[in-house]
């Protein structure tokens, strides 16, 4: 595996291999990988003949400083995890490589409405930091394909916009969420919860089943989701927000008519998990 923090070392190999006639498949991650990454990786392997990850701590991204300080960076783990699963180059900048100027004198990418709701008005600015990062990266990359979790599925649905809007010659494919046994969502976010929280947190993921359920029933979508933020806020969640959107365009979702999406994100003491349950409407 190649690995690589320079700009002009990753263009000459993509353009060694496109005159090759290899296609590219691209991963971006910010390291600290797990098997939902991984599982990003394989999938990218089924439809192109190179494989490039980057690992970026991506610092645009965070509204909290002392997020970005501890995020957990373990490049010596991940590079072993990724040459292990056949990637052929890693891209590993850093701040200073892709925000020259620095952050406040960086030209921004920003996807209008639909990076301003559910996580995006909890963390204002979040999805902009994500659009430029991956704006850059797919420009520096120019992937066929690019793989990414369903797991974070505003985010998926930003890159989507951001993509069709800009022109942008990739192919997004959204891979689904790898969960414990237990039905928790793999996240690196898990790291930050005890042993006593880790046998709570599945409960995000049961009350959003239990939700749906419901929905699909015929129940009140409002009364239910007042119920779930109760389940969760009496077993030691702090609810950010639990929403019923409608899949295709995360608008807010008055009946089960086409195809529903819970959003869910709340605070288990150090972390804040989010996770979403797609499901299509009763008959």
Known sequence: MITTENTAQLRAQIKAWRLAGETIAFVPTMGNLHLGHLTLVAEAKKRATKIVASIFVNPMQFDNPNDLTNYPRTLEQDSEQLIAQGVDLLFTPTPEIMYPKGLDAQTFVE????????????????FRGVATIVTKLF??????????????????????????DLSIDTEIIGV????????????????????????????????????????????????????????????DFTTDYVKVRYADDLTNATTADRQLVILAAAFLGKARLIDNLVFEPSA
Not at 144 to 159: E, M, P, R, S
Not at 178 to 200: F, H, I, M, P, Q
């Open 176 to 235: 689904e969420t790898v969960r414990e046994s237990s039905g928790l969502a793999k996240s690196s976010r898990n790291g930050y919860l005890t042993a006593d929280e880790l046998t709570v947190a599945p409960l995000l993921y049961q009350v959003m089943q239990q939700l749906a359920k419901a929905v699909k029933q015929g129940e009140s979508i409002t009364e239910q989701i007042s119920l779930a933020i109760a389940r969760l806020d009496v077993s």
């Open 139 to 164: 420009n520096l990359v120019t992937p066929d394909i690019a793989c990414f979790g369903t797991k974070d599925y505003q985010q998926l649905q930003v890159i989507r916009a951001m993509v069709e």
């Open 111 to 126: 996807v209008p409405g639909i990076s301003d709701i559910l996580c995006g008005a909890s963390r204002p600015g979040h």
